[in-house]
């Protein structure tokens, strides 16, 4: 079974940046998409960021500009560089991975608070 184990949440002020790691136990065959959704307390959870196996990325509306999603497949891991936080970026922040066969793969969550 895939683990997918989630790093880099934390507490950090407004204006400030975090960067999210992601790490697949073992390698993860026929991979359509990796990417980030988040879900805040008392809401429902959207999707932050993506990133094809063609590198072909899409992010939030909320997000563009500040945010960026990369991948190392050679190391089974993706990245999201959060930059400019704001307060409203506060939340769990959970990594997938979406198959060929469509059979996807969660992360437990790590938590982003944006908090003077």
């Known amino acids: 079974q895939v683990q997918l184990v989630e790093s880099g949440g934390g507490l950090v002020q407004p204006g400030g940046s975090l960067r999210l790691s992601c790490v697949a136990s073992r390698t993860i065959f026929w991979i359509n998409t990796m990417g980030w959704y988040r879900q805040a307390p008392g809401k429902e959870r959207e999707l932050v960021a993506a990133?094809?196996?063609?590198?072909?990325?899409n992010y939030a509306d909320s997000v563009k500009g500040r945010f960026t999603i990369s991948r190392d497949s050679a190391k089974n891991t993706v990245y999201l560089q959060m930059n400019s936080l704001k307060s409203e970026d506060t939340a769990v922040y959970y990594c997938y991975v979406h198959r060929n066969d469509f059979r996807d793969y969660w992360g437990q969550g790590t938590q982003v608070t944006v908090s003077s």
């Open positions: 990133i094809t196996n063609g590198a072909s990325t």
